[in-house]
């Protein structure tokens, strides 16, 4: 785990401790840049005028771009370890409205210990301003000590 660009021995990650939680806003400018590419031009992500007119009077995000925040933490958090070993299993609750804060939030539920690796899962989630479900499940990463320990 990292904090100050400085990885927490291994030793030290316990259940319960809180990952660094942030704030990102998915501004119009980029969703426009994720469809330019991934290719998904779904107006309910593109066309401002389209998606006033539809229940959530707002585009909304990409799921996937939305996703990428919680890859972000877990990569601030456990470095190379994460994308070499990690994983997502998550569910989508609601969407991410355009220009709309989505806090970016885990904490860690185990820690298996195995000879010199650890299994570590933790739970993650984005949730809008309100505090409501936008993303919620879990991730995991197998860690190795680092070599200063």
Same mark, same amino acid.
């Given at each position: 785990m990292t904090l100050g660009g400085? %990885?927490?021995?291994?030793? %030290?990650?316990?259940?319960?401790m809180p990952l660094v939680s942030f704030w990102r806003t998915p501004t119009q400018k980029r969703i426009n840049l994720y469809a330019k590419m991934s290719g998904d031009y779904n107006?309910?992500?593109v066309d401002v005028n389209y +998606?006033?007119?539809?229940?959530? =009077?707002?585009?909304? +995000?990409h799921g996937m771009l939305v996703l990428s925040y919680i890859s972000e933490?877990?990569?601030?958090t456990f =470095?190379?370890?994460w994308l070499s070993t990690g994983w997502l299993s998550v569910r989508f609750k609601s969407p +991410?409205?355009? =220009?709309? %804060?989505?806090?970016?939030? =885990?904490?860690i539920r185990s820690v298996e210990r195995m000879d010199?690796?650890?299994?570590?899962?933790?739970?993650? +989630?984005?949730?809008?301003?309100a505090s409501n479900p936008i993303i919620i499940g879990e991730a995991g990463v197998t860690m190795?000590?680092?070599? &200063? &320990?």
């Open positions: 400085r %990885q927490i021995p291994l030793e %030290q990650i316990v259940p319960d107006p309910i992500h +998606a006033k007119q539809m229940p959530f =009077g707002s585009t909304i +995000a933490m877990m990569l601030s =470095g190379s370890q +991410a409205l355009s =220009g709309k %804060q989505v806090k970016v939030e =885990g904490r010199k690796r650890s299994k570590i899962i933790c739970d993650v +989630a984005c949730r809008d301003e190795e000590p680092t070599s &200063n &320990n």
